[in-house]
């Protein structure tokens, strides 16, 4: 069965520090991945994919994530965080049903303390 | 081009009673999704629809069902509620490209669900 693990609840960075929020995952066959990110009482909203290809991912609002095989990873990754960037993130996977169903992380609370 | 919608954005219940949640697809999409946020948890998926048919169901009982409609809105209806319902109900579309595994799906901003 596919499933993910964000093994951090909280991460906890300075602004203006690189932020990376773990996630791991375990399916059979090629890996279909996403991260989504979710403000207090909003909806989940899309941050990047990958499907195939380069292992490096870029999506929305200067985030990334790097995919490895070896280790079934896929972290998200930024540069140089924000305090707006204080949300809680969830890594999905793509169950292989064919049924669109996403299977979630639990999430993990990111805090940029200014 | 529009998001997607749900309505209400809060509703309280009593145990036993039916609800109905309503879903307007992002503009261009066909696809919609729904899911169940409990407090502390990732999303769940309940069922998914494609051409106001469903195409596959999570780990939910048939008390939970839905519908799709010709514009591609959607609605969830969930019957004799229980206190364990109570959660976040997320509805997220996205447009068949041919392959479901691959297709991204944007979400709306939710239907916060108390059974009282």
């Known amino acids: 069965a596919q499933s993910v693990a964000q093994p951090e609840d909280q991460v906890n960075v300075a602004e203006g520090n690189p932020l990376t929020v773990k996630c791991t995952y375990s399916?059979?066959?090629?890996?279909?991945l996403f991260w989504y990110v979710q403000y207090p009482n909003r909806g989940l909203q899309f941050l990047l994919k990958?499907?195939?290809?380069?292992?490096l991912v870029k999506g929305s609002y200067g985030f990334e994530a790097e995919f490895n095989k070896s280790q079934t990873s896929f972290h998200l990754k930024k540069p140089s965080a924000l305090v707006s960037d204080s949300a809680l993130y969830f890594c999905?996977?793509?169950?292989?049903?064919?049924?669109?169903?996403?299977?979630f992380g639990q999430g993990t609370t990111l805090q940029v303390k200014p | 081009e529009t998001g997607v919608t749900q309505s209400p954005t809060h509703l309280i219940k009593t145990r036993g009673q039916q609800v109905t949640l309503r879903c307007s697809s992002q503009?261009?999409?066909?696809?919609v999704s729904w899911y169940q946020q409990a407090l502390g948890q990732g999303p769940q998926f309940i069922f998914q629809?494609?051409?106001?048919?469903?195409?596959g169901r999570g780990n939910f009982p048939p008390r939970f069902s839905g519908l799709q409609f010709p514009n591609y809105s959607s609605e969830l209806n969930v019957n004799a509620l229980e206190l364990d319902d109570s959660a976040l109900y997320l509805c997220?579309?996205?447009?068949?490209?041919?392959?479901?595994?691959?297709?991204?799906?944007?979400f709306g901003p939710g239907t916060r669900l108390t059974v009282l």
């Open positions: 999905a996977v793509r169950d292989r049903s064919n049924t669109g169903k996403l299977i």
């Open positions: 629809y494609y051409r106001e048919e469903e195409n």
């Open positions: 399916v059979s066959g090629n890996p279909y």
């Open positions: 997220a579309s996205s447009l068949y490209s041919g392959s479901v595994a691959t297709d991204t799906q944007y």
């Open positions: 990958y499907i195939t290809g380069d292992n």
């Open positions: 503009s261009g999409h066909n696809t």
